[in-house]
């Protein structure tokens, strides 16, 4: 478990300061995928930095399974240290060195004996799927297999924590993909809490748990995936969810709600889990005698559940389009009109 706890990182540099964490609370739980999301200098390095005391808190404090790393002896931290793995955007790899060498490294720095190291980096490398690259530099390697080995690297140590700093950044989208699903193997197999950061939503939704939302060194919004991605709050965090959900209105149906004279309301229609089984179209205009048309409409999932995002126009009488929207909000569906926003 990681918790932050009022964190402030200010940076100082002559006379200027820079407040890049201006009070955290997040608490990550053991075993979570936690995703931090922001855009560039919202303060997603300092935070997770402080994590592994690659810097350190100005104010506040992190916790790292209940203790305070800041508070420890420097034989503590380094023990610390060896359950923290990190991977990074750029992979940080010793380019003179050998594959198994670069895995190798926090092993040898803990002098274990050769032996098992070389026991430990095959298994490694098998389990990142480069079991034949072992001799190799990492010059010679693809930007996905380089991240692989910074991810062998990471797990020498078996630590409990895995950081994750924008470790998708430099990939193309297959190959994020690819890591993505390690990154889940990771979580799943060998039972390691993630804390990654990223300015990708994709990555958010693809592999994350819970996500918070950082903008100037402060935590706009957190929760689930599913909650936040289905219902956001703050505008930078609808930005983000716009980004990868696809439910932006087509401008020549933002026309059309323009004109619309009001005859015939238009209302998004958001249904998740079970109601996304349920015919309730076809049941509340049979009800209430209503045509209902359906403008624009996507499913997806989120989290493994099914979300639906529906713009229809109800056609009918007024009183029993009231009728008909307190009978699906009655289902649990969420309804909200559209005129009022798309103008
Ligand atoms: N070592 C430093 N000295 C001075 N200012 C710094 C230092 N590191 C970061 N900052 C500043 O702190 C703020 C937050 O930076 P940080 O790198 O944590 O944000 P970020 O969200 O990770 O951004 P990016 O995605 O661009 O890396 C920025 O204004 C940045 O310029």
Do not use: W
Request: hydrophobic share 40%; net charge negative; with cysteine.
């Amino acid at each position: 478990m990681i918790q932050f706890e009022a964190v402030e990182k200010t940076y100082v540099s002559g006379k200027q300061q820079v407040h890049a964490l201006n009070g955290i609370d997040l608490t990550v739980e053991t075993g979570e995928i936690y995703g931090v999301i922001g855009f560039s200098g919202a303060g997603k390095s300092s935070l997770i930095r402080t994590v592994n005391l690659l810097e350190r808190p100005s104010k506040g404090r992190v916790l790292i399974h209940g203790e305070d790393i800041s508070t420890l002896s420097a034989r503590k931290i380094r023990d610390t240290r060896k359950d923290i793995g990190m991977i990074f955007q750029h992979f940080n790899l010793l380019n003179s060195k050998t594959v198994h060498h670069n895995i190798a490294m926090p092993l040898l720095l803990a002098k274990t004996p050769k032996a098992e190291v070389d026991r430990k980096v095959a298994e490694l490398l098998e389990f990142v799927g480069l079991a034949d690259q072992a001799k190799k530099y990492p010059d010679q390697l693809s930007g996905g297999q380089k991240q692989r080995i910074g991810i062998a690297r990471a797990l020498a140590t078996n630590p409990s924590i895995l950081l994750c700093d924008e470790a998708t950044s430099a990939l193309d989208p297959q190959t994020t993909q690819s890591i993505l699903d390690l990154l889940r193997r990771i979580n799943q197999e060998y039972n390691i809490t993630i804390l990654l950061i990223t300015h990708e939503m994709g990555v958010i939704r693809e592999i994350c748990d819970k996500v918070a939302v950082l903008e100037e060194g402060r935590v706009i919004e957190q929760g689930s995936v599913f909650e936040v991605f289905t219902n956001p709050k703050h505008s930078t965090t609808k930005r983000f969810v716009r980004s990868v959900m696809n439910d932006e209105l087509p401008d020549s149906l933002l026309e059309q709600i323009r004109h619309n004279d009001g005859a015939r309301p238009i209302y998004r229609v958001q249904f998740t889990g079970n109601s996304v089984g349920q015919p309730f179209m076809s049941r509340v205009s049979r009800e209430f005698q209503l045509d209902l048309n359906v403008l624009f409409g996507n499913i997806t999932e989120l989290q493994g559940i099914p979300y639906g995002n529906l713009i229809v126009e109800f056609d009918g009488a007024p009183t029993e389009i009231d009728r008909a929207l307190a009978s699906i909000r009655n289902d649990n569906i969420q309804v909200e009109e559209v005129q009022q926003h798309a103008g």
